[in-house]
């Protein structure tokens, strides 16, 4: 049970579509968003693969990382880095965090992820490496799951945008619900783009590939922002179509 707005509820629910029928998420991974009831809590789902969450799922967490639900259910081990971002940047309204296949590489070779598209322009030119046995040492389960943990990563996130977290995947924040599902399915395509060109670069003997300046990438970023409800609806509509009649036993 939330105290949040029904439209922000919905609007979870098809955020966690979207980003499962764009390949972004699988059956792990999370996306939140602040609530607009409470100024201490943000709106994550419980326990459950993306696919499949409904409003029923959708649960309040505070930024202690502590579960507000009075039917005692749980909600992701990781989510902590959820809480601990939220209370080291005030701006973002809302965060990604998955294991999309395309970026993983970027965080365990020394290829930089940089944008090579109009649509990456957030991505900058420093995205951060975290690095988790920098916190902890070598043993360790690879997982967010407690609050030195999520900090750790927040600092590493910084004042940007997006994250890589090595052998895991990636962190995506943003101002809006909209904006962050936007940038997570374009770091993907990113990764997949840069991938591409690096390859064919190799393959010409040209290992040089032609990335966005630092005025193109923060141009392209500013005006994306502006328009980010256009491929939210398309998104949206095409998540609907692909898991109608989609199911989950409780």
């Given amino acids: 049970m939330t105290t949040a707005s029904n439209a922000l509820v919905d609007d979870l629910v098809c955020a966690n579509h979207i980003l499962y029928v764009e390949g972004v998420v699988d059956g792990f991974g999370h996306v939140s968003v602040r609530s607009d ?16 969450v409904t409003a029923d799922d959708i649960l309040e967490v505070d930024f202690d990382g502590e579960v ?41 070779t020394s290829a930089r992820l940089r944008p090579v598209c109009h649509m990456s322009g957030f991505l900058g030119f420093s995205t951060p490496v ?9 043993n360790n389960d690879m997982l967010v799951r407690n609050a030195k943990l999520g900090k750790a990563l927040a600092e590493s996130l910084g004042a940007t945008q997006f ?34 060109a690096m390859r064919i670069a190799s393959m010409v003997g040209d290992n040089a590939v032609n990335y966005l300046t630092p005025g193109e990438a923060s141009g392209s970023m500013t005006i994306n922002e502006t328009v980010v409800d256009r ?20």
């Fill in 130 to 138: 975290w690095d988790i046995r920098d916190t902890v040492g070598e």
């Fill in 37 to 52: 009831a409470r100024d201490d809590r943000f709106l994550l789902a419980a326990g459950v693969a993306p696919a499949t």
């Fill in 231 to 250: 491929p939210w609806d398309f998104w949206k509509a095409k998540a609907r179509v692909a898991l109608q009649g989609l199911t989950r036993s409780v």
């Fill in 163 to 196: 994250a890589l977290m090595r052998g895991h995947g990636s962190v995506t924040v943003a101002q809006s619900l909209k904006l962050v599902v936007a940038r997570a399915i374009w770091a993907e395509m990113n990764a997949k783009l840069q991938t591409e």
């Fill in 68 to 108: 507000q639900d009075a039917a005692g259910r749980r909600s992701y081990l990781e989510r902590f880095i959820h809480s601990e971002i939220y209370k080291a940047r005030p701006d973002v309204v809302a965060i990604v965090h998955s294991h999309s296949p395309a970026i993983i590489p970027f965080g365990i």
